[in-house]
């Protein structure tokens, strides 16, 4: 019976970073996948056959993925940086455009909102503020777990009390409206704090916080870049290095059960097979440690659209260029009142009656995911992420109420657009269009997210929540040979690498 050092389960982009990290320490790796394909969620894949373009079908941007990762790994992929930070139409010929590049325009956009010049001198403090939270606790994400007193004591050290009150001790609605008073424009803020999680701005769970802090700290300035090739390359770089350094993969092979003991582990394979190893790291979601007692918490809200475009779609603003509006995320019915009406109306069971969502357009960053004659022709690639769409929402009906939300989306476009977008979409060889559509149920069954929740469980603060875990990495279980290395560890969520990072620290016992 062959024996490893480490067996990894599941293939995604943390558990690449763990095999990395380990083979380099002279490690004998062996990553198990059920799949046929390795990447897990960071993939891009050929969604539409009859069309050379090749998707972000799941994760689509990257902010949190260190460089100190992607230095010490020596990972050859290019995160492009978008020159649009957002759109936000509010009406048929209005609408706030936040700049990357370009000061004077995101000032004129804000004042248009009719607040004055408060508005946009409230929106500089509170971006300020988050580059300052995200400057003292990036640093961090990469380090042993410190506790929250020690945080706090820090934060007051440097003159920001008030700033550690606003981020972690009350809900995120109080650094919103004590800086912003438009709808629209406290909404754009908002959405941060939204993104995938069942939650809203007043929340007494601070879920939402969590969710807004892992939106603004990725590398200290929290800018979301596009992946040059798309999410592959990030994949490809990690299985390229993984390889040099000796990795072993192998695909279809679905973990049965395993037997921990106290010298090693054994992992029974669905063939029947058995595999020895010194550590067992998972980066599958969490009911694979069920042994662990892992509290599985957290309902996953994404919904997830993929469209493929012969052209963009002519805008009712003809002071926004649609190669503008796109670039960025394109906000569509996010005001901070409708965010907040439309998690009420989930948790009442219903289908929110607005749906917000948000949309960006990856091919105007980066077109090498298409093939030239697609580049050439104009053709574009469109991805749609729903807010509050809940995993309840689709148990008892998934078909009849995905149609619901379908339509409801593609309705909240065209309100902003000369051309309805369904005329937009490329055509099958059947003529069926090129639009792919995605509950929280579907992502359940397709990649084993528990509830549909793409973090993998309620996202984590980023400092130690008892005493067990100071000085930890917070990839730990109750069984010393084994360790969490995917999204449901201490600081996962996201494309980040981190909790790869972390349990291969641990392992190694740095």
Same mark, same amino acid.
């Given at each position: 019976?062959?024996?490893?050092?480490?067996?990894?389960?599941?293939?995604?982009?943390?558990?690449?970073?763990?095999?990395?990290?380990?083979?380099?320490?002279?490690?004998?790796?062996?990553? =198990?996948?059920?799949?046929?394909?390795?990447? $897990?969620?960071?993939?891009?894949?050929?969604?539409?056959?009859?069309?050379?373009?090749?998707?972000?079908?799941?994760?689509?941007?990257?902010?949190?993925? #260190?460089?100190?990762?992607?230095?010490?790994? $020596?990972?050859?992929?290019?995160?492009?940086?978008?020159?649009?930070?957002?759109? %936000? #139409?509010?009406?048929?010929?209005?609408?706030?455009?936040?700049?990357?590049?370009?000061?004077?325009?995101?000032?004129?956009?804000?004042?248009?909102?009719?607040?004055?010049?408060?508005?946009?001198?409230?929106?500089?403090?509170?971006?300020?503020?988050?580059?300052?939270?995200?400057?003292?606790?990036?640093?961090?994400?990469?380090? @042993?777990?410190?506790?929250?007193?020690?945080?706090?004591?820090?934060?007051?050290?440097?003159?920001?009390?008030?700033?550690?009150?606003?981020?972690?001790?009350?809900?995120?609605?109080?650094?919103?409206?004590?800086?912003?008073?438009?709808?629209?424009?406290?909404?754009?803020?908002?959405?941060?704090?939204?993104?995938?999680?069942?939650?809203?701005?007043?929340?007494?769970?601070?879920?939402?916080?969590?969710?807004?802090?892992?939106?603004?700290?990725?590398?200290?300035?929290?800018?979301?870049?596009?992946?040059?090739?798309?999410?592959?390359?990030?994949?490809?770089?990690?299985?390229?290095?993984?390889?040099?350094?000796?990795?072993?993969?192998?695909?279809?092979?679905?973990?049965?059960?395993?037997?921990?003991?106290?010298?090693?582990?054994?992992?029974?394979?669905?063939?029947?097979?058995?595999?020895?190893?010194?550590?067992?790291?998972?980066?599958?979601? @969490?009911?694979?440690?069920?042994?662990?007692?892992?509290?599985?918490?957290?309902?996953?809200?994404?919904?997830?659209?993929?469209? =493929?475009? %012969?052209?963009?779609?002519?805008?009712?603003?003809?002071?926004?260029? #649609?190669?503008?509006?796109?670039?960025?995320?394109?906000?569509?019915?996010?005001?901070?009142?409708?965010?907040?009406?439309?998690?009420?109306?989930?948790?009442?069971?219903?289908?929110?009656?607005?749906?917000?969502?948000?949309?960006?357009?990856?091919?105007?960053?980066?077109?090498?995911?298409?093939?030239?004659?697609?580049?050439?022709?104009?053709?574009?690639?469109? %991805?749609?992420?729903?807010?509050?769409?809940?995993?309840?929402?689709?148990?008892?009906?998934?078909?009849?109420?995905?149609?619901?939300?379908? %339509?409801?989306? =593609?309705?909240?476009?065209?309100?902003?657009?000369?051309?309805?977008?369904?005329?937009?979409?490329?055509?099958?060889?059947?003529?069926? @269009?090129?639009?792919?559509?995605?509950?929280?149920?579907?992502?359940?069954?397709?990649?084993?997210? #528990?509830?549909?929740?793409?973090?993998?469980?309620? =996202?984590?603060?980023?400092?130690?929540?008892?005493?067990?875990?100071?000085?930890?990495?917070?990839?730990?279980?109750?069984? @010393?040979?084994?360790?969490?290395?995917?999204?449901?560890?201490?600081?996962?969520?996201?494309?980040?690498?981190?909790?790869?990072?972390?349990?291969?620290?641990?392992?190694?016992?740095?």
């Amino acid at each position: 019976m062959k024996k490893y050092d480490v067996i990894i389960v599941g293939s995604g982009h943390n558990g690449l970073v763990s095999a990395c990290y380990l083979a380099k320490a002279g490690k004998k790796v062996l990553v =198990l996948e059920k799949n046929d394909y390795i990447g $897990g969620a960071t993939t891009s894949q050929k969604v539409f056959q009859d069309y050379e373009a090749y998707l972000s079908r799941y994760s689509y941007l990257v902010s949190l993925f #260190p460089h100190k990762i992607k230095d010490d790994l $020596g990972l050859d992929f290019e995160l492009i940086p978008r020159k649009i930070a957002s759109y %936000t #139409p509010y009406e048929k010929d209005k609408g706030l455009l936040i700049s990357n590049v370009n000061e004077a325009i995101s000032r004129q956009s804000v004042l248009d909102l009719g607040y004055g010049e408060k508005e946009w001198e409230g929106y500089l403090k509170l971006s300020s503020l988050c580059r300052q939270f995200a400057e003292l606790v990036w640093p961090s994400m990469l380090l @042993p777990l410190i506790s929250r007193e020690d945080w706090e004591i820090e934060f007051e050290r440097k003159g920001l009390g008030q700033l550690w009150k606003y981020m972690v001790d009350q809900p995120i609605s109080q650094i919103i409206e004590d800086h912003l008073s438009s709808d629209i424009l406290k909404g754009v803020v908002l959405t941060d704090a939204k993104i995938g999680a069942l939650t809203y701005a007043d929340d007494v769970s601070l879920l939402q916080n969590r969710v807004f802090i892992y939106h603004i700290i990725g590398n200290a300035t929290g800018e979301w870049r596009v992946p040059k090739g798309g999410m592959q390359s990030v994949v490809n770089a990690l299985v390229k290095k993984a390889d040099e350094l000796g990795v072993e993969f192998r695909n279809n092979a679905e973990v049965k059960s395993c037997k921990l003991k106290e010298e090693d582990v054994s992992v029974f394979l669905q063939n029947g097979e058995e595999l020895k190893s010194d550590y067992l790291l998972s980066n599958a979601a @969490p009911k694979f440690l069920n042994f662990n007692k892992l509290e599985i918490l957290g309902e996953g809200t994404a919904f997830k659209v993929n469209l =493929l475009l %012969t052209r963009l779609p002519k805008l009712k603003n003809k002071k926004i260029k #649609p190669e503008d509006a796109f670039c960025g995320t394109f906000h569509v019915d996010q005001s901070y009142t409708q965010l907040n009406k439309s998690y009420h109306e989930v948790i009442n069971g219903d289908v929110p009656s607005r749906i917000g969502f948000e949309m960006y357009c990856h091919t105007l960053s980066d077109s090498t995911i298409l093939s030239k004659k697609l580049a050439v022709k104009g053709y574009h690639t469109i %991805t749609v992420f729903g807010i509050d769409l809940a995993y309840r929402l689709f148990e008892k009906n998934n078909e009849t109420t995905k149609e619901q939300v379908i %339509t409801a989306i =593609l309705k909240g476009i065209n309100q902003f657009t000369e051309e309805c977008v369904e005329d937009c979409l490329a055509l099958g060889k059947g003529g069926q @269009p090129c639009l792919e559509y995605k509950s929280a149920l579907d992502l359940e069954n397709e990649l084993g997210l #528990p509830q549909g929740n793409i973090f993998h469980n309620d =996202l984590s603060w980023f400092f130690a929540e008892s005493e067990d875990e100071i000085n930890k990495w917070g990839t730990e279980t109750e069984h @010393p040979r084994v360790f969490i290395c995917g999204s449901s560890a201490k600081r996962g969520g996201a494309v980040s690498g981190v909790p790869g990072y972390c349990a291969a620290m641990g392992v190694l016992g740095v």
